[in-house]
């Protein structure tokens, strides 16, 4: 197994060959030969051991296990305690969950503070099978059916590729000794009823099944890859960039069937889960949303907008007579004029004499009104948006250039008619939104 190793490293993980990379270690049997294989091959590792204090003495045992195996290989050792019963309590959690949060929330503090790019898990091709039947039972997309990934951004598991056939046997041939987990034989546990139970009858009754779930995993990876690639094509086709996000047209998404599934492959890189308000959103009324985690999703009559969330920032800021620019919330250029010159949108003339300094910048609320320029009366800037069709993110990423009470600016858009040059202006101020 070893020379196998060897090569599947050298094709798949040339990585690991040259730098240092830190091995999660719990005293089994798939750490500890995946120890004992890099050791063989001379790499540059460093071992992390959890002990969840959860087993009394068999998980000190266990610690123990690993500190010696690490002295004796001649390798960095890496040991953390866990209270992980208090976590459990605290976060409302299994302790499942409540474990892998703990670890690799660990395991990146120390991948950061060693500067190591990459953290190697022993999983294999038992676990994987383990991995699927659970997905399976539980419902799930087609990613969910391809199992483990051997290798992701900081995550590589190179003993994917091998059985716990392969593994054990390795073991005994180099006479290695390795802790049994004794809450692995208890079937309570799903991961543990589907490994002594429903596999063993799986591979009775065909006994090369695992290798046949390997094939079809291939097949199941290679059509995800054709899925991915019309996925990104349609996206190109129908997401247009809009204010740092995408404007999604629903006329383009209505003619997609199956649209639920259409809707789940597009949007579920940015963490929506809840399908069927998403599905509800394209015949709800304007203004109506739907959030995950780091995203939203709001209806704009004939449009979907998708904007990355962002941290609340402070709602206001002042220009005081003698700034020439402000910075924050948007670049914008003052200086004194004698004269009008060229004009867009993104350049303002004003008065001087009419303004009230300090002036502030801050975004638009309900009930503002202004007498836009080129008009006689005021209007309601919920009205002017809707007669000028401005989407809902764009009304929300408004700001307004104010003296006192009073707009002076819908900054890129209309100005307000009373502080406009006139034939009595003796001082002339310009404001610029630089491009």
């Not at 948006?385 to 408004?398: A, L, P, Y």
Request: net charge neutral.
């Amino acid at each position: 197994m070893l020379n196998e190793f060897k090569k599947h490293l050298e094709t798949n993980f040339p990585n690991l060959i040259s730098e240092h990379f830190l091995l999660a270690c719990s005293g089994g049997l798939d750490s500890v030969v995946l120890t004992h294989l890099f050791h063989n091959l001379k790499l540059d590792l460093s071992i992390a051991h959890c002990n969840f204090q959860l087993r009394g003495a068999e998980s000190d045992s266990d610690e123990e296990f690993v500190t010696q195996l690490a002295k004796r290989l001649n390798i960095k050792l890496n040991v953390n305690h866990f209270e992980t019963t208090d976590y459990v309590a605290k976060n409302k959690v299994n302790v499942q969950i409540a474990a892998r949060e703990l670890r690799y929330a660990w395991f990146a503090e120390l991948m950061e503070k060693n500067q190591i790019r990459t953290l190697i898990t022993a999983h294999h091709a038992d676990d994987n099978l383990e991995t699927f039947l659970i997905n399976l039972s539980r419902g799930t997309g087609i990613d969910g059916l391809t199992g483990i990934p051997a290798k992701t951004e900081t995550i590589s598991r190179p003993l994917l590729a091998f059985s716990r056939a392969q593994i054990l046997d390795y073991a005994r041939a180099e006479n290695l000794e390795w802790r049994e987990d004794s809450s692995n034989a208890d079937v309570k546990y799903l991961r543990n009823k589907i490994r002594h139970e429903l596999i063993p009858v799986l591979r009775e009754l065909h006994p090369t099944f695992l290798q046949n779930f390997e094939l079809t995993q291939s097949h199941l990876k290679g059509a995800i890859a054709v899925l991915n690639n019309h996925v990104e094509l349609l996206k190109s086709r129908i997401f247009e960039s809009h204010n740092d996000g995408f404007r999604i047209s629903i006329e383009e998404l209505a003619v997609l069937h199956p649209q639920n599934a259409y809707l789940h492959a597009l949007l579920k890189d940015y963490g929506f889960t809840a399908w069927k308000d998403v599905e509800r959103l394209l015949n709800g009324l304007s203004g109506k949303e739907v959030r995950s985690k780091t995203h939203r999703l709001v209806k704009d009559r004939d449009y979907l907008l998708l904007e990355t969330l962002k941290a609340a920032v402070s709602e206001s800021y002042t220009i005081e007579e003698e700034q020439s620019e402000i910075r924050i919330p948007i670049k914008i250029e003052m200086e004194a004029v004698a004269e009008l010159k060229e004009t867009s949108e993104n350049i303002l003339y004003v008065d001087k004499d009419s303004l009230n300094y300090p002036l502030v910048v801050r975004k638009w609320e309900k009930g503002d009104y202004f007498y836009p320029f080129g008009m006689s009366g005021r209007k309601k800037l919920s009205k002017y948006f809707k007669d000028e069709k401005v989407d809902v993110i764009s009304k929300e990423k408004q700001w307004l250039l104010c003296s006192g009470d009073d707009i002076v600016w819908v900054i890129g858009r209309r100005s307000d008619q009373r502080f406009s040059v006139n034939e009595k202006t003796k001082q002339i101020v310009k404001f610029t939104i630089p491009q």
